[in-house]
């Protein structure tokens, strides 16, 4: 019971803890771009889909589970159309999140200016009866299971040329309350704040540097989170890379271009947390592209 109780200390935004409520994060958000930005929908110029899964701090049972299925693509020449759907598993705790997303494309200068916005919402549910090994087990808290639903909606801009890209978004614009007892609020989905950039840069022939970084702010409730990223891409086809969560964790990652249509990838978080016995995450995706047009394409994209 301990261990599950520091476990929730340390996800933020349990109803034990503190008042926040966080999102998801993502080391390798920039190939899940669509469930931070509702303007990346339909950027890449093609029908994309992709699931992703992410099991965080692998040697605790309770620790999170995430897994997003996301699909988006052009339907007219300046619109973009997609939807995610993300499930997070926290021990007895579970968020479902469904969001439409629409996107319309402006051409400025060099590159495209897509303004995103994105309609749905949350379900949450916690199964607290299923809490075991209980000190108090007349605490009424843990007599009952709950649930809410809590419509949102978001907001994003995504700046890109063929080689690098710059986008600010806010995912979830109400500050919904999730659960709450007769005095106070308990847990609260927070407003999260993304800036993210980067750029591909050739240092050889078929090899390219790829840096990027990512930015998240929680007003309020969290210190700014930054993400930096560098990866080499070798052949159009692999990549290889490392990111650094500033104070938080470092990372190794691998994709692979199978086909024109077909992509996906590992990536190892290991923690910088002093917690003994605490190890690393990991995160698998599978991408799948179509529809392409006919002309062949010349400028891969690689963001």
């Known amino acids: 019971m301990k261990r599950l109780l520091l476990l929730f200390c340390l996800l933020i935004g349990l109803p034990f803890c503190v008042n926040a409520q966080q999102d998801t994060h993502y080391t390798g958000y920039m190939f ?7 303007a990346y929908a339909g950027s890449r110029g093609v029908n994309s889909a992709m699931i992703y899964y992410r099991h965080q701090w692998a040697d605790i049972e309770t620790a999170p589970r995430d897994i997003s299925f996301s699909i988006h693509g052009p339907f007219r020449p300046k619109v973009g159309l997609g939807l995610f759907v993300e499930n997070d598993k926290i021990g007895v705790h579970n968020r479902l999140r469904l969001f439409g997303t629409y ?3 402006l051409t400025l200068g060099p590159g495209d200016l897509s303004i995103g916005l994105q309609g749905g919402g949350l379900y949450y549910s916690s199964n ?17 299971n709950s649930s809410r639903f809590l ?9 890109y040329t063929a080689k690098s ?6 995912p979830h614009l ?10 106070s609020t308990l847990s609260a989905e927070e407003r999260h704040y993304f800036i993210s950039g980067g750029t591909v840069v050739d240092v050889a022939d ?32 692999l990549t290889l890379g490392a990111a650094h969560r500033l104070s938080e964790s ?9 086909s024109q249509s077909l992509r996906g990838g590992y990536l190892y978080d290991f923690p910088l947390i002093d917690l003994p016995g605490l190890i690393g995450s990991h995160e698998l995706f599978l991408g799948y592209e179509f529809g392409f047009p006919d002309e062949r394409i010349v400028s891969p994209r690689f963001f």
Do not use: C, H, R
């Not at 899940?32 to 509702?38: A, E, F, R, S």
């Not at 890209?165 to 806010?170: D, L």
């Open 32 to 38: 899940n771009t669509l469930v931070i930005n509702p």
């Open 103 to 105: 996107s319309y494309k």
């Open 174 to 183: 109400l500050n919904n309350d999730i659960l709450q007892d007769d005095i």
């Open 206 to 237: 078929n090899v390219k540097l790829k840096p990027a970084v990512m930015l998240k702010w929680v007003p309020n409730q969290a210190p700014i989170s930054v993400d930096l990223n560098l990866s080499f891409i070798f052949n159009q086809s």
């Open 128 to 144: 607290l009866t299923d809490v075991e090994d209980l000190i108090d087990t007349d605490d009424p808290v843990f007599q009952e």
């Open 151 to 159: 419509p949102n909606f978001g907001i994003g801009l995504f700046y």
């Open 250 to 258: 470092v990372s190794g990652f691998v994709t692979y271009q199978f």
């Open 165 to 170: 890209f710059v986008g600010i978004s806010v």
